[in-house]
């Protein structure tokens, strides 16, 4: 069976969107109140892109639950888009953040919680010098500077429909398999193809022909594609592209902000991979800005000499407000008592029934659409098999359906992750919760594809 029509999309997007308009009108008042003084009516544009026609209000989050200003709630799957994936405001997080906002909250000089969090960092994630930052976005940016500096090599390689925060260098895509700098990305003036190499996840001869020239600082990936749909790494492909890289000279760099959910050490720790570098950010903190970049021994040696070596002056790699003490403390308590073993073990199990309940459903359906997993993460995309690249995954889009879909559930009590369909299971999620998910998905597919 096939979805419906593009006219029966339009009938029922406007059913939804008037449900919607109907059941919030404090979000909309607030949404009104607010748009003169705000590029686009939000603080941040991404606020508008959800499928609402205007920004849903929240007034509280706790756990894996949302109220909104209307005071109806909703069972939150997006959790942030990852930055809340141990749900919202964890006791032991909102305790050690009460505690240090009385000691004040940031100095730029180091405290008690520092060396306990660095060692725990080594411990848990297996390198063994580490550096803060404020988002994930920053500490890539950091780490390529770090990286160019400790190669003397300025090229970076990175896979087609990567995201990396907004680190301008990654926005380079493969158009009918030639690199361009990505049309959406503003105001940058200069040509980013000069020292971006761009080229398709899990094809090793591309990486192979690509590492030859010797000129490539490091490769930038995430272990699993999340920002374009889910696309998995194939059997061996990570063992052979780490060999490759490190023939070549090349450093590895893992941005891990995503594949956290993959178990307490990440999925580089749980699939045995030897990164040069990891970036872990959003829900380090539980959900504070906060981020960190780790380093093996031998690229910190490389990036102290490199520093050592430089003039005296300011180097640009860092913030005044980096690891100030709201954050250190929300780290330390979100590693010692929050992203456990016991809590991830929680997390990855509920998003296995989660997944298995999306697949029935859409069997159930006869949709061609596939369902894939990374721990605690799942999504659906709307292609039959899953797909091996940026630009199979890209294919699978639909927005206008996607959308359709992301307000059906809302209005239904359910929010997922706005940009594509991105599911995640929190410590605080429950079986209750994935049922209503699943019920809430069902009688939007019933409604689809009847």
């Known amino acids: 069976m096939h979805i419906t029509t593009s006219a029966k999309r339009q009938v029922m997007a406007h059913q939804e969107l008037t449900r919607f308009i109907t059941t919030h009108p404090t979000s909309q008042t607030l949404a009104a109140q607010a748009a003169p003084h705000w590029l686009f009516g939000v603080p941040l544009h991404w606020m508008n892109d959800w499928s609402t026609p205007f920004a849903l209000q929240v007034v509280s989050a706790q756990g894996a639950q949302l109220t909104d200003a209307d005071g109806q709630s909703y069972v939150d799957f997006c959790l942030g888009d990852t930055g809340a994936m141990f749900g919202h405001a964890p006791p032991a997080v909102v305790a050690a953040v009460q505690r240090e906002v009385a000691q004040g909250c940031t100095t730029m000089l180091s405290g008690e919680d520092v060396a306990w969090v660095g060692a725990e960092l080594a411990r848990r994630f297996g390198l063994p010098v580490w550096q803060s930052a404020l988002s994930a976005s920053d500490a890539n940016r950091f780490l390529l500077r770090w990286v160019r500096a400790a190669t003397g090599r300025k090229k970076l390689l990175v896979f087609n429909g990567c995201y990396h925060g907004t680190v301008d260098d990654v926005f380079v895509d493969l158009v009918d398999g030639q690199p361009r700098q990505r049309d959406s990305l503003l105001g940058q003036v200069h040509d980013l193809t000069a020292h971006t190499v761009v080229i398709e996840f899990n094809d090793l001869p591309a990486l192979e022909a690509a590492l030859k020239g010797g000129d490539i600082a490091c490769v930038l990936a995430e272990p699993v594609m999340t920002n374009i749909g889910m696309v998995l790494p194939q059997p061996g492909f990570w063992e052979a592209a780490q060999a490759l890289i490190h023939q070549h000279g090349t450093l590895l760099v893992l941005d891990e902000t995503h594949t ?16 040069d570098a990891l970036v872990f950010g959003k829900p380090i903190a539980g959900g504070l800005p906060c981020a960190v970049y780790g380093m093996s021994a031998e690229l910190a040696a490389r990036a102290t000499q490199a520093k050592r070596d430089a003039p005296a002056g300011h180097s640009g790699i860092g913030t005044t407000l980096t690891a100030n003490r709201l954050t250190m403390a929300a780290m330390r308590a979100t590693l010692a008592e929050v992203a456990t073993p016991a809590a991830f073990e929680q997390m990855i199990s509920l998003c296995g029934q989660l997944a298995d309940g999306l697949r ?88 689809l594809a009847p």
Do not use: K
């Open 260 to 275: 956290f959910s993959s178990g307490p050490g990440g999925y580089a720790q749980a699939n045995g991979l030897q990164p």
């Open 360 to 447: 029935a459903c859409i069997t159930r359906h006869q949709l061609p659409w596939c369902v894939t997993q990374v721990g605690a993460r799942c999504e659906f995309q709307f292609g039959s098999t899953p797909p091996q690249n940026g630009t199979q995954a890209e294919a699978m889009f639909d927005p206008e359906l996607e959308h359709l879909i992301h307000l059906a559930l809302l209005n239904r009590g359910v929010l997922i992750t706005p940009f594509h369909n991105m599911l995640l299971c929190s410590p605080a999620t429950t079986a209750a919760d994935v049922a209503r998910m699943l019920a809430a998905f069902d009688e939007v597919l019933t409604q």
